[in-house]
């Protein structure tokens, strides 16, 4: 049994109502009943992760597109990161991997090379997009 198996199924039964999206690599993967559910609402198709176990997903530049789509819908979505083994709703990690990528993007400003009207504009950016967070987060 693999081990993305044997973790699908300890959340299952926490939680049987809650539907994992596992973050494997590049990819997004549902599992056994969760992959079936999701093949028909998504239009993904089944395949087996191993002789036994069934599986479907998308890549992971798809997030938002498919979890947007899953919430419409009024299921519960939480994602396993495989690589640190931590399980987040799909709203926080979504939210996580926004403020992730907006650092990286300040770190790799050159303050030193901007103009005085580039820095204004840097900053009007940098606080739109900090409001945006603060609304998400419901601060």
Not at 18 to 35: C, H, R, S, W
Not at 38 to 53: D, Q
Not at 62 to 85: F, M, P
């Amino acid at each position: 049994m693999s081990k993305l198996y044997e973790r699908y199924l300890v959340l299952k039964k926490q939680n049987p109502n809650t539907l994992y999206l596992f973050k494997n690599g590049i990819f997004y993967i549902f599992l056994e009943e969760d992959a079936k559910k999701m093949s028909t609402l998504l239009n993904l198709k089944l395949t087996n992760l191993n002789e036994n176990v069934l599986k479907c997903g998308f890549p992971v530049n798809n997030l938002e597109k498919y979890s947007s789509l899953i919430r419409s819908n009024g299921y519960d979505v939480h994602i396993v990161d495989t690589s640190t083994n931590q399980t987040h709703s799909s709203t926080d990690y979504i939210l996580n991997s926004e403020i992730k990528n907006f650092i990286q993007k300040l770190s790799n400003v050159d303050s030193n090379n901007l103009s005085i009207s580039e820095a204004y504009c840097f900053i009007e950016n940098i606080n739109k997009k900090a409001k945006e967070f603060v609304k998400e987060m419901k601060l």
